[in-house]
């Protein structure tokens, strides 16, 4: 899709210069003129004066003033009411009386945005929502990292490897090993903008078309039982649900008639990294004078890019969205506290995710004292779990992460939830609707020499459709067990 047809092309190809300082990557880009600021709300530019890490140091600033100025005249992606609907949402998993499924790529590409693998990524979530849906019998709030997840940190300016820059996303630059790919260009930012536009387009559509309707949700969870070696583990729950379909059909519900069976909603979600994109697309709402990032309805903030006194954190709290926020390992509860009271000083439900990202060996130990300290202050959070940056592993020069560590650091978050009576809320997972071959293990037993197999992630490793299921039936299981406790505490 072409974007910024009146661009000028200023970057030429030649030979790689040897020089970091040639490349115009040894100092922080001046993105601060007059143009990039709104005099009406100074305050959401107050992020312009403060370190803004994993930013990309854009080699033309004039450039970049064209393309903000572009994003900053074109219609947002979604609409104020839409991300108010999924705080509301989220109010819910936070009070405990649902569960947040978030899923989708690591890095989503310009190339791989195609129909087929759009329909592939919503179909494996919404395959996953009935199973926790069931498991859990309660709602599942369906966000996609999907339609925006163009760019990613990276720990490097310039990869050791090929000593070019790095590749940050096709927001930001070209994954091709070459000079002229690597170097930043900031229409690429509007290319993502009409790339995230298209599949929000087919999003809507699958949404609201009977594509995602239970049952058909439901007869594609059948195959996978029927057709999978991991699938035919779950066979008694996938009957369960069937018998309920049956007794909902004889009662007189139509599965795909029925407006609240025979649709979805699905929410879009990104990491907020790219601060010259969020700003462009934040407007205020004429009606309430709210302030909407619009390009996406939930944006999170990485474990890179969440220092207090940082730009992306004074950004974000300056917008109504609903906010995840990753905690690592070596976050201290009070540092997660400020993160709280600076994201959410309000209270509000809904308002603030807490994504725990420590590693199968680790979340037991780090999680408790931090879920204790923001419990104790009053905070309504939405406790949620990454099962994936943690556990990450080289194995030959290749990144992947094993199934049994994913699943492990799962059941920890549950178990540290079930010893401090609080609610697990939530599961945020890296997959893909592809049978890939880039994590190990699963039901499909995909081991070291399987990785060459099938390797396409431009980023981090994904669990495929078929790990991707096995894990909610999985995390089902652990629902249902919750389910029971709380249930067999009432009668006590």
Not at 443 to 470: F, K, V
Request: glycine share 10%.
């Amino acid at each position: 899709m072409a974007a910024g047809g009146n661009r000028r092309e200023t970057f030429a190809a030649g030979p790689y210069p040897g020089r970091v300082s040639e490349l115009g990557l040894d100092s922080a880009p001046v993105a601060t003129g007059q143009a990039l600021t709104d005099q009406a709300h100074p305050e959401l530019d107050l992020w312009r004066t403060l370190p803004a890490k994993q930013q990309p140091n854009w080699p033309d600033q004039a450039a970049l003033r064209g393309a903000y100025a572009e994003l900053s005249a074109l219609p947002p992606l979604v609409i104020a009411p839409e991300v108010r609907s999924l705080t509301e949402r989220l109010a819910d998993v936070a009070r405990g009386e649902a569960f947040l499924l978030q899923g989708g790529d690591c890095a989503e590409t310009f190339a791989a945005n195609t129909a087929n693998n759009i329909r592939d990524k919503v179909k494996t979530l919404l395959q996953m929502a009935v199973v926790l849906t069931y498991g859990a019998s309660t709602p599942v709030v369906k966000v996609a990292r999907i339609a925006g997840q163009y760019a990613k940190p990276r720990s490097a300016d310039i990869e050791t490897s090929t000593g070019l820059p790095s590749y940050r996303g096709d927001a930001v630059n070209g994954l091709e090993a070459t000079l002229a790919a690597r170097l930043p260009d900031p229409y690429r930012m509007v290319s993502a903008y009409h790339h995230s536009a298209a599949a929000l387009n087919l999003i809507r559509a699958f949404a609201t078309g009977g594509f995602s309707s239970l049952s058909q949700v439901h007869e594609w969870n059948k195959a996978f039982v029927r057709d999978s070696a991991a699938g035919r583990r779950y066979e008694l729950m996938a009957t369960d649900i069937e018998r309920a379909l049956a007794f909902m059909a004889a009662c007189g519900i139509d599965l795909d008639r029925t407006s609240e069976l025979g649709g979805v909603e699905l929410y879009t979600s990104h990491e907020g990294l790219l601060l010259d994109y969020e700003r462009a697309l934040t407007r205020v709402e004429e009606s309430t004078g709210q302030v909407c990032d619009l390009s996406a309805h939930m944006i999170w903030i990485g474990e890179r890019t969440r220092d207090l006194d940082g730009a992306h954190m004074e950004f974000l709290s300056r917008v109504t969205n609903p906010i995840g926020c990753k905690i690592g390992p070596k976050a201290s509860p009070d540092e997660v506290l400020a993160i709280a009271e600076r994201i959410n000083p309000e209270h509000i439900p809904g308002r603030l995710t807490l994504i725990s990202r420590m590693g199968t060996g680790r979340v037991r130990d780090a999680l408790p004292a931090v879920v204790e300290k923001v419990n104790a202050a009053g905070h309504p959070v939405v406790w949620a779990c990454d099962p994936m940056h943690g556990n990450t592993r080289d194995v030959g020069g290749v990144k992947t992460r094993h199934f049994d560590d994913v699943l492990d650091e799962v059941l920890g978050f549950f178990e540290v939830h079930k010893d401090l009576g609080t609610h697990p809320g939530g599961l945020h997972i890296e997959l893909t609707g592809e049978d890939v071959t880039e994590c190990l293990g699963g039901g499909q037993e995909i081991g070291e020499a399987d990785l060459g197999g099938r390797y396409e992630t431009a980023c981090d490793p994904r669990l495929n459709t078929s790990q991707a299921l096995e894990l909610a039936f999985l995390v089902a299981e652990m629902l249902q067990a919750t389910r029971s406790r709380r249930a067999q505490a009432h009668t006590e």
